[in-house]
Each structure stands twice: as structure tokens, then as C-alpha cells.
Nanobody, 128 residues
Framework: QVQLVESGGGLVQAGGSLRLSCAASGRTFSSYAMGWFRQAPGKERELVAAITRSGRTTYYADSVKGRFTISKDNAKNTVYLQMNSLKPEDTAVYYC?????????????????????WGQGTQVIVSS
């Protein structure tokens, strides 16, 4: 099992930047594919970005492509989401999620049900 704790959320003006971190417990973080999701009030949870267990391959939602960057540091048991050029529509609770991989599997996953472990979320508010 793995426990996930997000941090780095807050209030920022449009055009600003934030970096979210998700610290994972356990000794096998390199076995986990990771994802960042977000949920705005009244909306469904949506994928923002995903990364393979190795950290070498990433996927982004069209809405954040070119503005957000996901990265994974297996030595620090941490996944990051660098968010630049923030817009008011990026306002949401951001969650990190983990899925354990086995053998040589090294994929990213874009559906919430693909993930077994979730953090508690961190609020991001972008003011106009």
C-alpha cells in the first residue's frame, strides 16, 4: 500500500504559478504510475496529467497542455505538478493518485478507476 499527501495549493492570481507536490509513503514508489486529477464544484473529477512509473512518459489533458508539467522523483518518493499561466478555470481541488505496476509494465493511466490510491486533495484558487 501507499499513502499520498498533497501540498502546495493556495490562492494565486491569473497568470501566476504554483507547484503541487504529492509525497508517497512506502519503499516501492518506483513501482507506481501516478496521476493528478482535479474536481471543481459541481463538476466531475477529471484527469490533469499522468506519468509512468519510470517518469519518462507523460500525458496531459488538452486544457493544460503547454502550461502544466508533471514529474516524478523516485528517489524522493514525490510527484510534482508545476502549473504555469494559471487561469480562473483551473480553480479546483487537486488530487494525486497512484496505481501499482507489476513486472515490466510501464504505462500511464487516464481514467480515475485505474487508480487504487488517492490523496486527500489540495485546494487551488485562481483569481481573475
Amino acid at each position: 500500500q501507499v499513502q499520498l499527501v498533497e501540498s502546495g495549493g493556495g490562492l494565486v492570481q491569473a497568470g501566476g504559478s504554483l507547484r503541487l507536490s504529492c509525497a508517497a509513503s512506502g519503499r516501492t514508489f518506483s513501482s507506481y504510475a501516478m496521476g493528478w486529477f482535479r474536481q471543481a464544484p459541481g463538476k466531475e473529477r477529471e484527469l490533469v496529467a499522468a506519468i509512468t512509473r519510470s517518469g519518462r512518459t507523460t500525458y496531459y489533458a488538452d486544457s493544460v497542455k503547454g502550461r502544466f508539467t508533471i514529474s516524478k522523483d523516485n528517489a524522493k518518493n514525490t510527484v510534482y505538478l508545476q502549473m504555469n499561466s494559471l487561469k480562473p478555470e483551473d480553480t479546483a481541488v487537486y488530487y494525486c493518485a497512484a496505481r501499482e505496476e507489476y513486472g515490466s509494465t510501464n504505462y500511464y493511466y487516464i481514467q480515475a478507476p485505474d487508480y487504487s490510491y488517492w490523496g486527500q486533495g489540495t485546494q487551488v484558487i485562481v483569481s481573475s
